[in-house]
């Protein structure tokens, strides 16, 4: 998908990532993980940004969102982590390997401390990475997923909302973009700048806080757009993009990967995103 409204191409943001940087170093935290062992995971963790946003949802239970927003807090949950469970296994569903991010979606088990009992849940997770190790980790865990049944219609359901969803972003159409969003919804917007200062952390735990975010100036608008990737499932779509948008201290490049989580009614729950922006010609941070 390409969307135009003048002369301007999209291109490839000036990420310092080679063609492998996400897949060496989200391995590399993964086989961390497994040891259970805090400072051998920390060592994965990078030191230009954290960011962790865990969403999580019972069949009869409201939303539950965890957030990490530096070192000292994701220290803190993954020596919670360690005491409460480990990992026993991983069975990966479905893929998708970018320069910058890694995206899964698997069936993880779970061994719980002190009982040992192992659980198992379907989840998605996206791991934003720079050079020197995993940005952090957005995840989704409906824990109602893996019993409801599903089959493509769902997934053509969802597949259609997002198409209605992506054309908002280009008309800035804000009100057709909530139509389509669950009265009881969580967002976590992260954006960040290359070669700047501005770093945004948007929190919206519901339709009045996500309106505010998807509208306010500092948003942008969007200039052209191409989608990069897509993966649709009955519970969730991720979607990449690389976009041009114009911000108030002007035109930027941005690299976005989304997570919209999907609720039992078909509609989104919100946004989990992270995005890269790279100032263009006469921006300004």
Known sequence: MLVNKDKDKVTRA???HDSMTARRRVDEHIEAERTNDVAN???TMSAWDQHYSFLSATPEGPLRLFLAENTAEVHEHYVDRVRSWSL???HGLKKIQSPWYTFHEAVGEFRTFPSGEVVKHRLVFLFPTWTDGIIGEISWEP????EVPSDWRQEADVARCLDELDATWASGDVDTRLALVEDDCCSVIRTVELGGNRRLRTVARNKAELRAAWSVAAAGQVVSMERTNRVIAHFYAFEAYRM??????GRVEREV????PVGQSGRFIGE????FDVPLSGATS
Do not use: N, T, V
């Not at 824990?143 to 893996?146: I, K, L």
């Not at 990967?257 to 919209?260: C, F, K, N, T």
């Open 41 to 43: 995971i920390m060592s």
């Open 88 to 90: 026993a296994a991983g």
């Open 143 to 146: 824990q109602w997923s893996e």
């Open 244 to 249: 041009l948008i114009d911000l108030p201290h």
């Open 272 to 275: 989990l995103s992270y995005s």
């Open 257 to 260: 990967a989304r997570l919209y």
């Open 14 to 16: 000036g990420l310092p």
